[in-house]
Nanobody, 115 residues
Framework: QLRLVESGGGLVQPGGSLRLSCAASGSIFRFYVMGWYRQAPGKQRELVARIIPGGDTNYEDSVKDRFTISRDDAKGTVYLQMNSLKPEDTAVYYC?????????WGQGTQVTVSS
């Protein structure tokens, strides 16, 4: 079993930055594929960024060159650095961990980009 707790969301003006954190407890973090997803009102949840064991990453096209996903296996934490935020980035952001057939979700953290 893996428990995920996100933090770092909030209200930010367009062009601003936020860093989200997702702390994992209860299992061997370094073997998990970690991802950040988001869900805006009235829309489906979508993958934002993913990082695999070893550090390779992939990003949704609209966030490339603005967002950076990273992981600290010693701390059991994955991060999402979000720069140059836009109003369309407003959503609830969720952390997800995958290992084989097992998948775990965090409770989500709200990010609102507005002036």
């Amino acid at each position: 079993q893996l428990r995920l707790v996100e933090s770092g969301g909030g209200l930010v003006q367009p062009g601003g930055s936020l860093r989200l954190s997702c702390a994992a407890s209860g299992s061997i973090f370094r073997f998990y594929v970690m991802g950040w997803y988001r869900q805006a009102p009235g829309k489906q949840r979508e993958l934002v960024a993913r990082i695999i064991p070893g550090g390779d990453t992939n990003y949704e096209d609209s966030v490339k060159d603005r967002f950076t996903i990273s992981r600290d296996d010693a701390k059991g934490t994955v991060y999402l650095q979000m720069n140059s935020l836009k109003p369309e980035d407003t959503a609830v952001y969720y952390c997800r961990a995958d290992l084989g057939r097992r998948a775990y979700w965090g409770q989500g953290t709200q990010v609102t980009v507005s002036s």
